[in-house]
């Protein structure tokens, strides 16, 4: 939260907890409000999750998430051991380049799937293909 809903001042504090939910006060025109989620959307949380599951560490996580690595950690953790099952291989971040020669050079794509993800201005994008 960094702006008054009411006048957009960012001279703002924080002013108590309403039920279970954080109240804030505006010191340029003393309107008190709250907000609905504290933090990031669940669907950052989502892409921390599947990061991990397509096998990224927690500090890859985080710079493609823009949030702490432990943050990214905390996250995975809340979902306990039924994660691990889950999980793949080590996954090998490539450019553009790398794939397009990889692609190229396979001779047969039978049975080959491909998991390939685009970042794009804090959004991810993944994409499964199976043959």
Known sequence: MNQCPKCNSD???????VKSRQRYKCKS????FTVDQIGKPDNTKRDALICFLLGLDYRTTGKL???NHATAYGWIKQFGRQIEKLKGGKTKISSFDDMTNYLTSIKDMAGHGLILIDIDEGIIKIVLTDK
């Open 11 to 17: 001279d703002i504090r924080k002013s108590g907890i």
């Open 29 to 32: 025109c003393n309107y008190h």
């Open 65 to 67: 998430l823009h949030i």
